[in-house]
């Protein structure tokens, strides 16, 4: 996968015209200049004028809003935490732009190419924190099966290349990374991995506020009968001293989005996503799931045959698993396409969902498990699917980087007619 994704991320036409900023990438980027080089918080629109400025007259979009009180300042609508996962790494463009003279005005190809980069190892690094866990809970062949299908059978590839500079690969870093310590937690106990958890958490929910259901995880995890049910306040009281100092960190991190706001605004709370709301009363679950335009189980079936392990392999092969991979899948994919703009704008699938593909590794392995342990042609069936999943996978990332799949406007007519078609 890592090769594939870099092939995929150096042949991209986003960076080397200098169009990394446009979007959705451009608001979770703007942060970063605004403070460090033009040290206005309130001037994320610095980043708007050079981008007129290099790429005149060519459409872009940052998701910039004014700051309330006519002050003129105006702020990213998206959360800080993509800023903060990337501050390392823009702090080294930084210098190389000035070492090799380009100018060191946070625009210029040496902050774009490296915000690419830093997606890239977001997602590599995923892909080893998840290899460490499944490793631990299943056999060498299983894991690498489930590897395989998380890393190129999904609309991750896309994300780790074409689409890097988006924040679904650190998310799924940090998915990964709270699975894994809460794996390890309630095997061990040990502070360190409590710790984890809440500053993973933190991280996801200051880039993306809803991240906050993954604390079901932690919560539901071994969650087996009522007894374990009943047993469960016991234990958390026991360890209150170590769940008082991940909550601690949790809120500490997502206090930063506030004071940000503070600074900014003069508010603490301040609504940023302006004309967009949840309405879940009226959720798009058939949209969101099967529709041409992003359907998740259409551009990522694999998704699909993990979802099969809650049918019993799960419960057999971890069982541990199988109540927060139900509650988890069932609450994010129901708020998920609750958003009144369910396809949440262009794309590559069901994107707001990449989050969830820790978890649905473990109900892939499961499945993997079960069959491998029964009739050898069921296995070999289960691993033929799989192969076919990929590879439909990794076409159709290749078309929508090619254009042939529509960012956003993709229909069941020209999906059909384009099928085979590998270039515009």
């Known amino acids: 996968m890592g090769v594939l994704a870099t092939l995929l991320q150096f042949q991209d036409r986003r960076w080397k015209p200098l169009e990394v900023f446009d979007y959705d990438s451009g608001g979770y980027y703007v942060y970063l200049p605004s403070a460090f080089i033009y040290h206005d918080l309130a001037g994320a629109d610095s980043l708007a004028r050079l981008h007129e400025a290099y790429l005149p007259g060519k459409e872009f979009n940052m998701g910039l809003v004014a700051v309330p009180g006519g002050s003129g300042g105006t702020i990213s609508k998206y959360p800080l935490g993509m800023a903060l996962a990337n501050l390392p790494w823009f702090g080294g463009a930084h210098l190389y732009a000035g070492w090799a003279g380009y100018a060191q005005d946070g625009f210029t190809r040496p902050y774009q190419q490296i915000t690419m980069v830093a997606g890239l190892a977001h997602a590599l690094l995923g892909l080893l924190v998840l290899a460490g866990l499944l490793r631990r809970l299943f056999p060498d062949s299983v894991a690498a099966w489930t590897l395989a299908v998380i890393g190129l059978g999904t609309n991750l590839l896309c994300y780790a290349s074409l689409e890097a500079a988006m924040a679904h690969a650190p998310l799924f870093l940090w998915q990964a990374a709270l699975l894994y310590c809460t794996v390890r937690w309630y095997e061990t106990f040990r502070p360190g991995f409590m710790l984890g958890i809440g500053l993973f958490l933190g991280l996801a929910v200051l880039t993306r506020p809803t991240e906050i259901l993954y604390v079901l995880v932690p919560l539901l995890w071994g969650l087996r009968s009522v007894a374990s049910l009943r047993s469960r306040p016991a234990l958390w009281w026991q360890h209150r001293g170590q769940l008082a100092m991940a909550a601690l960190l949790l809120l ?17 709370l301040f609504y940023s996503y302006q004309g967009e709301a949840f309405d879940f009363r009226h959720p798009h679950l058939l949209d969101g799931l099967f529709s041409f335009r992003k359907g998740w189980l259409l551009y990522t079936p694999l998704a699909g045959v993990a979802l099969l392990s809650l049918g019993g392999a799960l419960q057999r092969q971890l069982p541990a698993a199988w109540v927060p ?20 704008g262009g794309g590559f699938g069901a994107r707001a969902l990449i989050s969830l593909y820790p978890l649905l590794a473990l109900g892939l392995a499961s499945l993997l498990a079960q069959a491998r342990a029964g009739r050898r042609f069921g296995y070999g069936l289960l691993r033929g699917v799989l192969v076919l999943g990929i590879l439909l996978s990794c076409l159709q990332t290749w078309q929508f980087g090619a254009g042939t799949l529509h960012w956003d406007e993709t229909t069941a007519e020209s999906y059909f007619a384009n099928f085979f078609t590998i270039k515009h």
């Open 252 to 268: 500490a991190i997502g206090s930063l989005q506030l004071l940000f706001w503070r600074a900014t605004t003069g508010h603490w």
């Open 325 to 344: 991979l139900l509650v988890t899948v069932v609450g994010v994919v129901y708020v998920t396409f609750s958003w009144e703009q369910w396809w949440y």
